[in-house]
Every structure is written in structure tokens, then in C-alpha cells.
């Protein structure tokens, strides 16, 4: 499954992105914020960040910069969240550090280049490749 939230200035961005992936006919579960009313963000990273290690599948998370969002869920075990502001570190998050939560800056890209990082992100897949694992098992050692 695929998991959004956001507070309130990724609110709008959320909206956004959520009406493109009905469009496309993707599922998805939208945990909130459902308004622009002001909230802080550490529940809702939580949220998502529990989800998508209790059921699997990917997570997306919308706040002005995307870092509270990242630092707070990196902090759920098995939770790689990347902040991605453009499709090349989206694809990268996702090719070669298995990222499953993407973390988008809605105060600092457009709602349209949101979309297409979002886009790049689901439709990236981890690498494989022996480095990439290494890497990224190494984390989950520490
Ligand atoms: C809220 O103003 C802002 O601090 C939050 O959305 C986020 O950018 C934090 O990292």
C-alpha cells in the first residue's frame, strides 16, 4: 500500500498529489492532515512510518522542507525516508538506498514537480546490485 499525510504546509501539496493518483488509478491510504489548519508534523510521520512497516509497500510525506518529516520517520526501524526535491535524487533514493518513504518540500518545489518526483519515486525499484545491498544492510546492522 501506499501511505501520504502531511501537516499543514504540505497540505496542499498532499491534495495535489493525491487527485494525480486517483487519476492514474493508484490505491493509496491518506492518513491527513485534512485541512490548512496549522499541526506539527512528527504525528503524521509517525503515522506513515508505522504503517509502512507494519503492512510494507512505500510512504509519502509532505511538509515546508521535507527534513522534519525524514528525521522523524528515519527514526521507526526500517524506515529509509529520503528528502527528494527533484527526479534524479527521487530515482537515486529509490535504485540505491532502497528508500521507502519519500519526503517531499512543498514550500520549495511546484505542486507539478512534486507529481513527477512522486511519479519517478513509485516508479523507481531498489538496484540490487551487491553494493546497493551492502549499503543498505549495513544500516539496519547499526
Ligand atoms: C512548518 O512550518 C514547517 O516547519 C514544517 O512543515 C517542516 O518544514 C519542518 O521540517
Not at 20 to 42: H, N, Q
Not at 54 to 67: D, P, Q, R, S, Y
Not at 96 to 120: F, G, H, K, Y
Request: net charge negative.
Amino acid at each position: 500500500m501506499l501511505y501520504l499525510a502531511a501537516d499543514h504546509a504540505g497540505f496542499e501539496q498532499k491534495e495535489f498529489v493525491a487527485h494525480k493518483l486517483a487519476i492514474d488509478g493508484v490505491a493509496f491510504e491518506d492518513l491527513g492532515t485534512f485541512s490548512k489548519e496549522m499541526d506539527d508534523y512528527p504525528v503524521h510521520a509517525r503515522r506513515v512510518a508505522k504503517e509502512v512497516i507494519k503492512h510494507g509497500g512505500t510512504g509519502l510525506l509532505f511538509c515546508g522542507t521535507g527534513v522534519g518529516m525524514s528525521i522523524v520517520a528515519n527514526r521507526t526501524k526500517g524506515i529509509r525516508a529520503a528528502v527528494v526535491w527533484n527526479e534524479e535524487v527521487a530515482q537515486r533514493s529509490r535504485d540505491e538506498d532502497d528508500a521507502n518513504i519519500a519526503c517531499l518540500p512543498a514550500r520549495l518545489v511546484s505542486n507539478e514537480t512534486a507529481w513527477e518526483i512522486v511519479r519517478m519515486f513509485l516508479a523507481t525499484t531498489f538496484g540490487h546490485e551487491e553494493r546497493y545491498k551492502r549499503r543498505v544492510k549495513e544500516i539496519d546492522r547499526i
